[in-house]
């Protein structure tokens, strides 16, 4: 049991560090040990690729005045793997089911409150509230457990306005961490 989670360990560490071609040749036990662990080490590879793990982060550059539980489009895409997230709607659909994290972050206007909620679907799952007189930034940090098709967006909570230009203050992100 030891010596197998020992060659796990190992065989993980490979394939976070490089590639998910494992190199295990001539030895019996290796051989042995990749039968073992192949089906975890699909999943692992999986997890750890560039082109199969679902992630998106987008950002604002520009001011918007929004009504009630309108969505925040955030419209400047950094990274959108399997295509997840819509920036012309804002909303994040998920490719694949599993355990994602996602985070958001709004600025306020000056003179301005501002409040936003994270959704799942049609349920509020967090949300910030920002009432002081100048700028300020307020975030939003959930990790969530969604089935194929789920939608997550960031809605404003009244008629308030998000503040940003060419510093791109907001942002909206999310990523894959367990299937
Ligand atoms: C909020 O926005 C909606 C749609 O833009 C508008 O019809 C409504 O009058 C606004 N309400 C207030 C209190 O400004
Ligand atoms: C969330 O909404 C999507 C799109 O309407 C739907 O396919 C999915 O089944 C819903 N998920 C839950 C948990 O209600
Ligand atoms: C925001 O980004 C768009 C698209 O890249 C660009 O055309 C526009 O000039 C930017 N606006 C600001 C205020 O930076």
Known sequence: MYSISVLTLVLCGEMIMGSCDVKLEGSLLKDLVKMLIKKDSDKV???????????????????????????????????????????????????I?????????????????????LWHNNTRVSSVSMKVSDHTTGTLSVILDLQKGDQIAVKSYYNYTVYSNAMNYNTFSGNLIAQ
């Open 45 to 95: 590879c999986a997890l750890f690729n560039r082109k199969t793990i679902p992630a998106f982060s987008a950002a604002l550059n520009k001011s918007l005045s929004l009504s009630t539980n309108e969505i925040i489009k955030f419209d400047i895409v950094f990274i959108n793997n399997l295509n997840g997230y819509n920036p012309s709607t804002g909303i994040f659909t998920a490719p």
């Open 97 to 117: 089911a599993g355990v994602y994290q996602f985070s958001s972050i709004v600025m306020k206007d000056r003179g301005k409150p501002l409040v936003v909620s």
